[in-house]
């Protein structure tokens, strides 16, 4: 068994925890050390049943742990992309975690740091990217591919041949039509029916979905230190990072 740490501390970090249970259950795989939260009023106290052992600076006395960062919500998506960055680790110290209750087709494919939770199904030839946050129950069916730092909330539906650019974030219940591609960034709000495509950072919403808004602008990430990392461009849709492992 390996260490694993759980970087964050809420909703979807608690989650992965009970994920990682429900794997130790089925083959003991990973041993739980706990969660790292920079809340330092969180420090020495306990969420699920676990301890939170300090901020991410921990990280230095844990050389050996894997690691998955669990953050984000739709007031703040790109938080998990700017913890992973500003962590500075290599691909082989983040761990996979999906679910036994999750369902991983033939031919399809998970990137470092990604987790499934209960019930996700991806049908058959699925690409999914690095440290991306699949919710309960959500479906991803043939040929659809997901960027990197992607958020799909629960009970999402894709249908064949979908592309979710870098970072994007559909929120709960979301359904989107096949072969359409949602812009890196962009949000697509709870419920929503995605007919045609959704252009880079923009948030939609409504059936059939519309433009609502402008997507917020990044907050910039920070070096240890204190130093601003400029918010580089980010990659095009094409560049969908090669996937590395199936399963937990």
């Known amino acids: 068994m390996r260490d694993l740490v759980i970087v964050g501390a809420g909703g979807f970090a608690r989650e992965t925890a009970a ?20 809340d330092a009023a969180l420090h020495g106290t306990t969420r699920a049943g676990l301890p939170i052992l300090g901020g991410t600076d921990r990280l230095a ?6 690691v998955v960062v669990c953050v984000g919500s739709p007031r703040d998506y790109r938080a998990r992309r700017r913890i992973v ?10 761990a996979t975690i999906t679910h036994p209750g999750a ?31 699949v919710m309960p129950h959500a479906v991803l069916t043939h040929d659809d591919r997901v960027h990197d ?7 999402v539906r894709l249908g064949g041949g ?27 709000g709870m419920g929503a029916v995605v007919l045609r495509d959704v252009p880079p950072g923009e948030v939609w919403g409504g059936s059939p979905a519309r433009r609502l808004r402008a997507a917020d602008a990044p907050a910039e990430p920070v ?18 990072a090669v996937p590395r492992t199936v399963g937990s």
């Open 85 to 94: 960055r500003r962590l500075g680790l290599p691909e082989h110290r983040y």
């Open 223 to 240: 070096r240890p230190g204190g130093a601003a990392v400029p918010d580089t461009p980010e990659p095009a849709s094409s560049e969908l």
């Open 61 to 66: 006395d844990l050389p050996d742990a894997a």
């Open 103 to 133: 369902t991983v087709g033939a031919g399809s494919v998970l990137g470092p740091g990604t987790v499934l939770l209960a019930g996700v199904v991806l049908t058959a030839d699925v690409a999914v990217g690095a440290h991306v946050a």
């Open 149 to 155: 730092h992607v958020t799909i909330a629960s009970g």
């Open 19 to 38: 994920a990682v249970r429900a794997v130790n259950d089925a083959r003991p795989t990973w041993r739980l050390r706990g969660f790292l939260d920079d």
């Open 162 to 188: 979908v592309e979710l650019g870098l970072g994007a974030y559909v929120g709960a219940g979301a359904l989107l039509r096949e072969g359409v591609t949602v812009g890196a960034w962009s949000l697509v």
